[in-house]
């Protein structure tokens, strides 16, 4: 792993057989994958909602309450007469003024955990109540419908790629995670092929076996890999100390080079403000304010990229945090853990609108208080996957929960996909990348007959 720069770290049912033991594969008939690509960015420490989107129809009251944190009312960034954005998030809004970013308010759950891991492993296994679960609801999803999310026949694309050294674990599965952690596409080595002889009929040949598996689907990942990072190309400008536009870079260029990955996560740390969130001369400065100008610019040149490489109908993203902070600060120019905040959804096909209310603000609120939740992030899941992925609704709310509320959180975008005259026929045409500058793939699929492929 550490020659290749790739890592595909499976859990071990029994420590035996974790390849072989996967259960087997529903699909859904006459359905098949699109090449359509969600990217899921993690505001890890827990975003200050009330200092990003900021309810401007509250002002006074939150003036009242946090005084040492608020930002000066004239420096927020007017979306609507009520909703501004913090002013290092220009980019932002000007993203939003040309129908590029959609706003959830209030997004998180029922009694909410505070601890940041707890908090974490519940925004990626999406359970129940207070449940354990032990998968991610992206590996539920593409175990209950891998037909939707088929990057490939042969293993060779894996289904998702997390953009550092450590996996993310929303896409568990129920035997192993499938996602590859992904630090730097051109750092990669070619894994030596290596002649294998039969492992012995025993408890060490199973595991053996397994640790071969492994192996053989890693190293065909890194040739795939850099055979897309090395097909792909990036047409914007992406600020080179920006560590999210990098990791958002890399997403563009590979999914530009043909990678048919559907999921990519990415990263941003910092958000855990507890003191000197801002400068105390100037509430427009500071920690918080330094990773929403990050923000906001890693997504901005991501946006222009995919505009000009000409894939935006492909790929919509969304911010997630694992909690929000407190309503009032606290004694050290920060804020506390609290419960629920905005998510913000990008790209050219989410439904450019605040979704729900602005949360209201009492001047007697507790020192321990968190804005209240109204919606539930698992229908924000469920929805992407509804009408993005094309999942079914039952099969949504097999995948999250019975309760699931469908949301309207994307408009009308048609992403083009090949087929033949009736998409019921076994005829199957699909080419990727798709548009292309120099070459492409093309994959067609009859019973039998001859061909005459025409390119025009």
Known sequence: MRISGTFTIPALLNGVEVFANAPALASVPGVEASDRVLVMIHLDGGNDGLNTVVPLDQYKNLHTVRPDILLPEKSVLPITDEVGFHP?????????????????????YRNQNRSHFRSTDIWNSAPVSEELRTTGWLGRAFEHAPSLFKANKDHQHPRAVTMGTIVSESCQGSVYNHSLALA????????????????????????????????????????????????????????????LAQQLRNVALLISGGLRTKVYHCRLTGFDTHANQVLESDHTIGPHAHLLQTLSEAIASFLEDLKLLGISHRVIGTTYSEFGRRIRSNHSNGSDHGDAAPMLLFGNCVNSQILGTNPQISPEVDISEGIPMEFDFKDVYGSLLEEWFSMEASQVKQVLYQDYQKLPILSPCEAPFAYGKDPTDPFRLASYPNPFESSTNIEFEIPEGIVHLHIF
């Open 184 to 243: 730097d596409p051109f750092a990669l080595a070619p894994i030596p092929a290596v002649v294998h002889g039969q492992p012995d009929d025993d408890h060490y040949g199973q595991v053996l076996g397994s640790i071969r598996h492994l192996f053989d689907r890693t190293s065909n990942y890194t040739e795939t890999i850099l055979e897309a990072a090395e097909s792909g190309n990036n047409l914007a400008d992406y600020p080179a100390s920006n560590q």
């Open 88 to 108: 290092a998030m220009q980019l932002l809004q000007q993203s939003f003024q040309e129908g590029n970013i959609g706003i959830i308010q209030n997004v998180g």
